[in-house]
């Protein structure tokens, strides 16, 4: 079944259209005209998304609802998109510190407003679908553990499955954040590519490369927090936003902290970001003291973005234009080492 939706907007022909575009797509809907309407509905139903327009007439705003209504259901959580059709620079923060999902300026399209339900919703989905393998593994432990003893073997089996379960289910999520945007679209699968071919290229022993290759498939992961306007934000970003960008790699070895079995790919993550020239973030650490993995996917990442399109330039680097700005960046950026043997493969690429 569909989820339900809130839809929390004062003008009553947008809010029609709103309806009818997501009960089309088979959603449950319903929607009110004010935060007081928004506050009684979720106090009968749970709504697993709630669409609230900022401005609203009653003395309460879209942002002060969702706020109150979130606090009906502590144990429980709403997906929540902001839409406004007016410039207020502190909504954006106070939607930000909110913990909303996404952020919408009127007019949008059709197509741009369902990719939105849709895309959040099928992270929400992965998150509901993670929670439930939790709790089926915390539910199979317990049986078990009284008989450890007799049956060791049988565990150390099952825990080599869990530990698929869990890499199955996180790098699901991961994917699902790569195509939160068509702009990163296959970029950790690129940037895996990349980086083990630069590996091997060095030499590196197999568990090495496996951590890389780990690493790569869930460097991303930490954006799950950061909001689509600011990802796909096109130009410069504002300071805040920037601090935000940053923190995603320490937010995402913060997800993946729980799984012990990834021990080596969360340090690579953590620091994928840090510069051979100290440069980096977010601990500016400088030369080896930079894991010799987290230097190889510095440049594999870095590679695949200047090939790539993105928002904040007009148009990718050729192949060739992207090599020799690598090259040109050799001993500050990147590591010499991982640059000469990037340049050893750049023809298989």
């Not at 007016?86 to 007019?107: H, N, T």
Request: with cysteine.
């Amino acid at each position: 079944m569909k989820e339900h939706i809130l839809v929390i907007e004062d003008d009553e022909s947008f809010r029609r259209i709103l309806t009818l575009m997501l009960e089309n797509e088979g959603y449950l809907v319903t929607s009110v005209s004010n935060g007081h309407q928004a506050i009684k509905a979720a106090k009968g139903t749970f709504f697993e998304l709630i669409i609230a327009d900022v401005k609203l007439p009653g003395g309460m705003d879209g942002i002060e609802a969702v706020a109150k209504i979130k606090g009906i259901r502590p144990g429980t959580k709403s997906l929540v998109i902001i839409i406004t059709g007016y410039a207020d620079e502190q909504a954006p923060l106070r939607a930000l510190r909110l913990g909303v999902d996404d952020y919408i300026y009127k007019p949008f399209e059709r197509e741009q407003f369902l990719h939105s339900v849709e895309r959040n919703l099928k992270i929400y989905r992965l998150e509901k679908e993670k929670e439930k393998h939790n709790e089926i593994i915390e539910k199979m432990n317990k049986e078990l553990e009284d008989k450890v003893e007799q049956r060791t073997k049988d565990l150390k089996n099952l825990y080599e499955e869990l530990q698929v379960t869990y890499l199955r289910t996180i790098k699901a999520l991961a994917q699902a954040i790569d195509a939160r945007d068509h702009y990163t679209h296959s970029h950790s699968k690129n940037v895996t590519k990349y980086a083990v071919m630069i590996a091997q290229q060095m030499k590196l022993s197999a568990k090495e490369i496996d951590e890389i290759k780990q690493a790569c498939e869930l460097h991303d992961l930490g954006k799950i927090g950061i909001h689509d306007y600011v990802l796909t934000k096109p130009g410069k970003l504002t300071s805040q936003e920037w601090k935000e960008v940053r923190l995603h790699s320490l937010k995402g070895a913060e997800i993946l902290e729980p799984l012990t079995f990834l021990k080596g790919a969360i340090k690579l993550i953590q620091r994928h970001h840090e510069r051979y020239d100290g440069k980096g973030y977010p601990y500016g650490l400088k030369g080896e003291s930079i894991h010799l993995g987290a230097r190889i996917m510095a440049l594999a990442d870095a590679f695949d973005a200047m090939i790539s399109e993105r928002p904040y330039r007009e148009k990718p680097l050729t192949k060739q234009g992207a090599i020799k700005e690598i090259k040109k960046n050799s001993g500050t950026q990147f590591d010499p080492q991982v640059v000469q043997a990037f340049s050893k493969i750049v023809d298989k690429l």
